[in-house]
């Protein structure tokens, strides 16, 4: 990977993203980190940026546990107003 070719895709949103380069005793650190997604990640490779597919499945294991979480409340809210139906009449 260049320092061009980081510059190019820190450049595409350059108020939403960071690079940071680290040079350790034996080897090249290159830490990408996109402020919309609130995620980073270290790479060696541009094509190697992937934080966009991690979010979205990031998100859709979150949606997926609260719509099982509020399902299971629904569900028991439904099942207690069908008793108090029952009850009442």
């Avoid at 380069?21 to 996109?34: G, H, L, M, N, R």
């Avoid at 402020?35 to 499945?57: F, K, P, S």
């Avoid at 859709?60 to 299971?72: M, N, S, T, Y």
Wanted: charge should be negative.
């Amino acid at each position: 990977m260049t320092i061009d070719e980081c510059l190019k895709w820190q450049q595409e949103k350059p108020e939403k993203r960071n690079v940071s380069i680290y040079a350790k005793s034996d080897k090249i650190e290159i830490w990408v980190y996109d402020r919309d997604l609130a995620d980073g990640q270290y790479v060696q490779d541009v094509a190697e940026i992937n934080m966009d597919r991690r979010h979205a499945e990031k998100e859709r294991k979150e949606f997926e546990r609260l719509k099982a979480k509020f399902a299971a409340n629904q569900t028991d809210d439904c099942m207690e107003k069908i008793m108090e139906d029952r009850e009442g009449a």
